[in-house]
């Protein structure tokens, strides 16, 4: 039985992916640290629903806690570790940048240095689309150059890059880092455009729509990012493999970086549109200037992705915010209305 240790295994991704591995016949350890960032009834619900797999178990601490930590993964003794924790968001990085150094810089080295004593066979490490930025050139390419980072949390995120080339360099350890691009589905963040959109209009209440519409975005279906991730694995850097066209595999280090996404880019319009499709009811759209730290578009060149794994993210939006709604409807009034969780931020 394949082993791994996955971090943020109580968040949305890596929620998915515990579950997908899980159902793969691997065993599975997770850790997260249960930050209230969101509505923490939704995460205890994530690894409740984890937490019934005999092949499942979790330590609940903070990426932080070297001690802790480094603990942890030795127990595990992972073949693969997949890094997905961290202090996510755009907007509130402008807010609280500290947090953001704590868990995505800090924490990400606690793990790192931690990965040297158990020498896995592959580390794999959660990146986003915003490391390109100011970027103009679309679609956005492993290869092209990232340098114009528009938020904190993306520079933290370009920073974790460059940290994981080094280490890999350094330490002959195969690392891939994914850039992940707007990724959606049920047991979504609270925080993220569908889940409060779907809930705004189901409420009939007004929603709030930036750049007045004009926006794009490569949406990503949570269920192809985690097949993607699972594919990927096996694609270890580094083993003397030939660099295929396009591919940003390091002439000096087992590194590599990937997108994953759809190769598709979506006008924010008509992704409201989608969700009232579903949901049955119209939005009354409230127009907004861009925010900062925001980017007008997103959009993925998936073509390495799908030469080192024969596969590409294909869900449509149509389909996949159906399944969101779906979701919501069904689960979260139970998890909204649990008793005893005064402490959830909502």
Do not use: C
């Not at 449509?316 to 069904?330: K, T």
Request: charged fraction near 20%; hydrophobic fraction near 40%; aromatic fraction near 10%.
């Amino acid at each position: 039985m394949r082993r791994a240790f996955i971090t943020g295994t109580a968040g949305f991704i890596g929620f998915h992916l515990a579950k997908l591995l899980i159902d793969k016949g691997w065993q599975v350890h997770g850790y997260d640290g249960m930050t209230e960032y969101y509505d923490i009834r939704i995460k205890k619900r994530r690894h409740a629903i984890l937490r019934a797999h005999d092949s499942f178990q979790a330590t609940e601490a903070m990426l932080e806690d070297a001690v802790t930590l480094d603990q942890a993964i030795s127990h595990a003794s992972p073949d693969v570790i997949v890094h997905l924790a961290a202090q996510a968001g755009v907007r509130y990085s402008i807010d609280n940048p500290r947090a953001y150094v704590e868990a995505n810089i800090v924490g990400t080295f606690n793990l790192m240095e931690a990965a040297l004593r158990t020498r896995p066979q592959h580390l794999l490490m959660a990146s986003t689309s915003s490391v390109y930025g100011a970027n103009t050139e679309m679609p956005y390419a492993e290869t092209q150059k990232a340098d114009t980072q528009m938020s904190f949390y993306a520079a933290t995120k370009k920073a974790n890059e460059a940290m994981g080339h080094a280490w890999a360099h350094i330490h002959d350890l195969p690392i891939t880092m994914f850039r992940f691009f707007t990724v959606y589905g049920p047991w979504g963040r609270p925080d993220m455009a569908l889940f409060k959109f779907t809930k705004a209009i189901l409420a009939e209440q007004p929603i709030d729509v930036y750049n007045h519409g004009q926006m794009w975005r490569d949406f990503t279906y949570v269920d192809d990012l985690v097949r993607a991730i699972l594919l990927l694995i096996d694609a270890v850097p580094g083993g003397g493999e030939t660099a295929v066209t396009g591919d940003s595999l390091s002439p000096v280090a087992p590194f590599r970086t990937v997108n994953i996404g759809n190769s598709d880019k979506v006008r924010l319009e008509d992704f409201i549109d989608a969700i009232e499709q579903a949901t049955g009811q119209t939005a009354t759209r409230n127009y907004l200037d861009m925010q900062p730290g925001d980017v007008p578009a997103t959009w993925a060149d998936a073509s390495l992705l799908r030469a080192l794994t024969g596969y590409t993210p294909k869900t449509d939006i149509q389909e996949g915010v159906a399944r969101f709604v779906e979701w919501y409807r069904n689960e979260w009034p139970a998890i909204d209305t649990t008793p005893g969780l005064d402490e959830a931020q909502s």
